[in-house]
């Protein structure tokens, strides 16, 4: 069986976040799953699996805006980071969202973790600082605010 192109994982995670709110609680999981493994494809030698990244960032962020609460917090919060890592500003700029959606719909769950994401978060926006600060790319923006949502549920907890 041939596997599908990028664009057909795209609509299929795209259709996923469309459908958050109507998905039956004990599917809930797999599609988490799902959704999290195409958030960290990588790309297939010269062909892009951004939109698959992009998509399934939406998705779950729909997921996790409709209640869903994952067993375990950090591989998202970790995947986040990676995608933060990404060399096209625009991709980490989504995973930065997706980290902050975690953090708002985590609360207590994912505050344990804060100190070391928090960290993580900072490497990488320190790494999209231009050497004359003006203006400041979206990346360093978003991850500056997430830091700051990160902190505040820390502070909160």
Known sequence: ?????????????????????????????????????????????????RPVRVSAAGALSSLLQDG????????????????????????????????????EAGEDFVAPHVPAITAAVQGEISKHIPPHPEPWPQVRSKGSRCSFLSIDSLSIS
């Open 1 to 49: 069986m041939v596997a599908p192109t990028p664009y057909v994982l795209a609509n299929a995670n795209w259709l996923l976040g469309e459908l958050a709110t109507c998905l039956p609680e004990d599917l809930c999981e797999e599609v988490y799953n799902a959704l999290l493994k195409a958030l960290l494809a990588p790309n297939a030698g010269d062909v892009s699996w």
């Open 68 to 103: 869903y609460k994952p067993s375990e917090w950090l591989p998202l919060l970790q995947a986040t980071v990676a995608g933060a890592r990404m060399p096209e500003e625009n991709e980490a700029t989504i995973s930065l969202q997706l980290l902050a959606t975690a953090a």
